[in-house]
């Protein structure tokens, strides 16, 4: 159900990716999908969300989420936000792709199907962050973003920051179109290794992107952790948009500090 990453094993801090097991959605979206926003009962991902929450000893009424539309806008969560998106749709807050907070006690969670999930934290100000990276926000640069905006809101130094590249679509499966080619080319010209051809197709490296994206805005290499799980080749343990052929359930990346 959760899976965790040593980087990130530090006093106070919560967090995990999850898997798609343990959950009791339905085909196609079985059966741990945590998204209201799939064709999936809502009382089952309220039920799936429930067990999340109580695995990892946190309180749903200081989940928060954000609407995720592949852009680069970062939110800076405050205490009054607790509980937005937690357990049901509606309520969920505007969208933001990358959510951070200093504020003990919240919890942020985004959700994925091959997008790459960037989790962040700050162990000298204390301060979390989690984002959503798929090519279009990797592109775009959210993980500068979401550094800048730590930065910013929290006096963030980047090489004190520690970061997770989660569970993502890998450069092994994941083929691009020649016009989302282009637009990587282009936010990338320094590093044309990202795009590789194989048997007239061009694979995208998307984990090396968003670890070369971190490492650009100050973030020490040696502090950032590469899961190298390929969700599309492993789309019987998470879901994944390109293994699906679209039809399929969401997991999530949480990440938030105890009191
Ligand atoms: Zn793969």
């Known amino acids: 159900m959760l899976l965790q990453f ?41 039920e799936n969300r429930r067990r999340v929450y109580a695995a990892l ?12 539309i592949h852009g680069a806008d970062v939110l800076v969560v405050e205490q009054r936000y607790a509980g937005r998106g937690a357990l049901d749709r509606p309520s969920v807050l505007p969208p933001a792709d990358a959510l951070i907070t ?27 962050g989690v984002a959503h990276a798929g090519w279009q926000g990797t592109v775009k640069g959210i993980g500068a973003a979401t550094v800048q905006a730590m930065q910013r809101a929290f006096g963030s130094q980047p090489r004190n920051l520690v970061a997770v590249v989660g569970p993502a679509a890998g450069p092994c499966c ?28 061009t694979f995208f490296d998307l984990w090396a992107a968003n670890t070369a ?26 879901f994944s948009h390109r293994a699906s052929g679209g039809e399929t359930g969401r997991f999530a990346a949480v990440i938030g500090m105890r009191e």
């Open 6 to 46: 040593k980087t990130l094993v530090q006093p106070g801090l919560v967090h995990a990716v999850t898997t798609r097991q343990g959950g009791v959605s339905a085909p196609p979206q079985a059966t741990l999908n945590m998204s209201f926003s799939r064709p999936d009962d809502p009382a089952a991902v309220r």
């Open 57 to 68: 000893e946190i309180d749903p009424a200081r989940v928060v989420q954000a609407g995720q």
């Open 102 to 128: 200093r504020e003990p006690n919240l919890f942020l969670l985004a959700a994925f199907a091959d997008c790459t999930p960037l989790l962040l934290f700050d162990p000298v100000q204390r301060a979390v």
């Open 174 to 201: 994941y083929n691009v179109w020649p016009h989302v080619a282009e637009q990587i080319r282009a936010a990338f010209r320094a590093q044309p290794d990202l795009l590789r051809t194989r048997d007239g197709q």
């Open 213 to 238: 994206t971190l490492v650009a805005c100050g973030v020490p290499r040696d502090q950032i952790e590469v899961s190298g799980i390929c969700t599309i080749h492993h789309a019987e343990r998470f």
